[in-house]
């Protein structure tokens, strides 16, 4: 497994002349691998369709390191090429494209009018150069609508009626006073026991 401080070096060294790096006070194993993988991510950059096996022979061959190392360095070289992000589909994206490009050429040189238009197509097609660029929404800056409880209707576009209060409470004691009245009751001569007797012989018959 790369080691996360040769790639964070690289990010930031990957370019500079040995000098240079030596003034940052880098190892000499350090500045070996940088040169090392310097050399690998400008070939591999500039042939994208070369196969790992092949980037692995480069730099077992330019450096002499072992196949292992070799491979460390691949997994570098993979994510640098893939901006950093997503390494694995980055990568790809990356070579996919340089593919589109490579039939675009390929059509061109042939006057094959029909394949530039395939390989365009797809190149926009997959790049999406035919949508607009998504609108960030700011929510940091979205401020919530404040809401204050309120018993006055114009604010959802009612007409407030005059008096209301003292008509609801007008209504309340004419329509209530007129269904609430007091009633009497009287007392009912039931016996429990003998109506429940007389109901299970009823049921034995």
Same mark, same amino acid.
């Given at each position: ?7 964070? #070096? ?7 002349d040995v000098e240079k790096l030596k003034n940052n006070n880098l190892s000499q194993q350090a500045i070996d691998r940088i040169?090392? #993988? ?41 994510? #640098? ?75 959802i576009g009612i007409k407030p009626v005059p008096n209301i209060r003292e008509k609801i409470a007008s209504m ?34």
């Amino acid at each position: 497994m790369a080691k996360p401080q040769t790639l964070e #070096l690289c990010r930031v060294h990957l370019f500079d002349d040995v000098e240079k790096l030596k003034n940052n006070n880098l190892s000499q194993q350090a500045i070996d691998r940088i040169v090392r #993988l310097r050399a690998a991510f400008n070939l591999w950059n500039k042939y994208p369709l070369k196969k790992e096996a092949e980037i692995r022979d480069f730099i077992m061959k330019y450096s002499g390191v072992e196949r292992t190392s070799a491979y460390e360095d691949i997994q570098i070289l993979k994510i #640098l090429l893939g901006d950093f992000q997503e390494t694995t589909k980055e990568f790809h994206r990356f070579r996919f494209n340089h593919m589109i490009e490579k039939a675009y050429e390929m059509a061109e040189r042939k006057k094959d009018g029909r394949g530039m238009a395939a390989a365009a197509g797809h190149y926009a097609k997959y790049n999406k150069i035919d949508q607009e660029d998504a609108i960030k929404i700011p929510y940091d800056e979205i401020v919530p609508q404040p809401f204050e409880p309120t018993s006055d209707p114009t604010v959802i576009g009612i007409k407030p009626v005059p008096n209301i209060r003292e008509k609801i409470a007008s209504m309340k004691k004419r329509y209530i006073a007129d269904i609430a009245e007091d009633i009497t009751f009287e007392e009912v001569d039931f016996n429990e026991e003998e109506y429940f007797a007389n109901e299970q012989e009823e049921n034995i018959l």
